[in-house]
């Protein structure tokens, strides 16, 4: 993990007072495709951050509960239209329990691989499990690490403006899987650094996490609707049922 880096302060109130600003777009498409999952009862989402996708799939007649690390994410969620209206308990979600079980939990974004240990993550899968129904699903959408992985280090220009310029620093460790990136913002309000540590994982090592978890790979596509996985899928949607 980078140096200087505590995994606690990313998503501080500064990211999340800004997290919205630059939405990535498919969340209209995520609630649709969980929503047929959730059964139109509940579902738990892992991480739910500001509502980015909890929102919309509320707006599907579910009723959302969430586990999120940071309390500023979750006073963001907090301020915006229906946000106070879901259960939302601060802690991790590698351990954190709400007491119920949903016949959907999901975790998008990227966000399992925000837990930095390969063991951590097999405990996400498992306290998924633990939320389940009888025949509950969890839903996992994630970057393969081909897709994202160029090098040990490099960068990405992530907007590119005449005033403004926001690059994405990468280093890349191959062993431990573990990702550094620093978000950098250059701009006429100055410099702006967001670091952040992931630890990716294999679509293979994801499905073994789940089969440890007593769950199997049910479908896995390369998008919310229904694209096909192949080498080429900038991402996948995996869904995980009883084993
Ligand atoms: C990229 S954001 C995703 C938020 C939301 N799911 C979305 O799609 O917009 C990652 C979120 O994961 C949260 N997070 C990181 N590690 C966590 C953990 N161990 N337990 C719960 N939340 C965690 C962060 O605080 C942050 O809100």
């Excluded at 999340?16 to 969340?27: M, Q």
């Excluded at 601060?90 to 930095?116: F, H, K, Q, S, W």
């Excluded at 490099?154 to 005449?162: D, I, M, P, S, Y």
Aim: hydrophobic content about 40%; aromatic content about 8%; some cysteine.
């Amino acid at each position: 993990m980078m140096e200087g880096f505590h995994p606690e302060t990313s998503f501080g109130p500064d990211t999340a007072r800004r997290y919205d600003d630059h939405l990535r777009g498919d969340e209209e498409a995520a609630a649709s495709f969980l929503a047929g999952y959730a059964r139109h009862g509940r579902a738990l989402e892992f991480a739910i951050g500001t509502g980015r996708v909890a929102l919309p799939l509320a707006e599907h007649g579910v009723r959302v509960d969430g586990i999120e690390l940071s309390p500023h994410m979750v006073s963001r969620l907090r301020e915006k239209p229906g946000g106070a209206d879901l259960d939302v308990i601060v802690g991790d979600m590698a351990a954190e329990t709400t007491g119920r079980t949903y016949p959907l939990v999901y975790l998008v974004y990227n966000t399992v691989y925000n837990i930095l240990t390969q063991e951590g993550q097999i405990a996400c899968f498992r306290n998924a499990a633990r939320h389940l129904d009888e025949g509950g699903v969890f839903v996992v959408e994630a970057a393969p690490p081909w897709a994202w992985i160029r090098g040990e280090r490099f960068v990405n220009v992530e907007r590119l403006t005449a005033g403004a310029v926001t690059l994405d620093v990468n280093q890349y460790d191959h062993v431990t899987q573990i990702l550094d990136e620093n978000h950098v913002s250059l701009g006429a309000d100055g410099i702006r650094l967001e670091p952040i540590s992931c630890r990716l994982i294999w679509p293979s090592e994801m499905d073994l996490m789940a089969r440890l978890a007593g769950l199997r790979l049910v479908e896995r596509s390369g998008g919310w609707n229904g694209e096909r996985f192949d080498a080429s899928s900038p991402l996948h949607v995996s869904v995980y049922g009883p084993a």
